[in-house]
């Protein structure tokens, strides 16, 4: 459908409600002439005539009394949408899908849900504990908690926190034929002793 249509069948509801081409033309903001052609546009394109005009008075045809039928349920979806929109501006909604690792999670997030929720009750968080670090846009996530050398350039980064150091143990035996790690990065490279806690998902909202 193109765009010049739409904007005519809503122009053709108003005429069909107000029975009137001088009140539908005031609640459209338009001149009665300009709306009296978009009308004639109208039924050209279509090849049917929607409405009956005399000098007293505007009724729908048959054809014109089906296409309303079709019309008013769309046209008040679209009007329920927009008001919608309209109440939602300003205001912040929806869900928000956060991955991060077990350490940020408890140490981070969890401590700051109570509060951020209360002020924003209408805010979902949805959390996935993953120290395997998806990728968060392959993964249509809208953010990742990460330590400062592990974000991808093409990323957006702020600091949520201080420094932390880590520490590396091992027997000396190994460190002999291995060269100790200088980053969490080059861990992967190491035989370590860890712990995977993948994809489980809290339902945050209940308790707070």
């Known amino acids: 459908m193109k765009r010049d249509d739409l904007y005519d069948l809503a122009a053709f509801a108003a005429v069909a409600q107000h029975r009137s081409f001088t009140r539908a033309a005031a609640e459209l903001a338009m001149s009665q002439s300009a709306l009296s052609h978009a009308m004639k546009a109208l039924e050209e394109r279509l090849g049917v005539r929607l409405l009956s005009r005399t000098t007293r008075s505007v009724s729908t045809t048959e054809a014109g009394e089906i296409l309303l039928r ?44 109570p509060v951020f929720l209360t002020t924003h009750p209408d805010i979902q968080i949805e959390l996935i504990t993953d120290d395997n670090l998806v990728d968060i846009v392959a993964e249509r996530l809208d953010a ?65």
């Open 70 to 113: 079709s019309l008013r349920p769309a046209l008040s979806e679209i009007s329920a949408g927009v008001h919608a929109v309209g109440a939602s501006r300003g205001k912040l909604s929806g869900t928000v899908r956060i991955t991060a690792t077990k350490h940020a999670v408890s140490s981070v997030i969890l401590p700051a849900l």
């Open 144 to 208: 990742g908690i990460r330590f400062g050398d592990i974000v991808e350039k093409d990323m957006i980064a702020v600091r949520i926190g201080p420094d932390i150091r880590m520490s590396v143990v091992g027997a000396p035996s190994y460190f002999e034929n291995h060269p100790a790690p200088k980053t969490p990065r080059e861990l992967a490279a190491h035989r370590c002793i860890s712990y995977r806690l993948v994809k489980v998902r809290w339902p945050l909202r209940v308790g707070f």
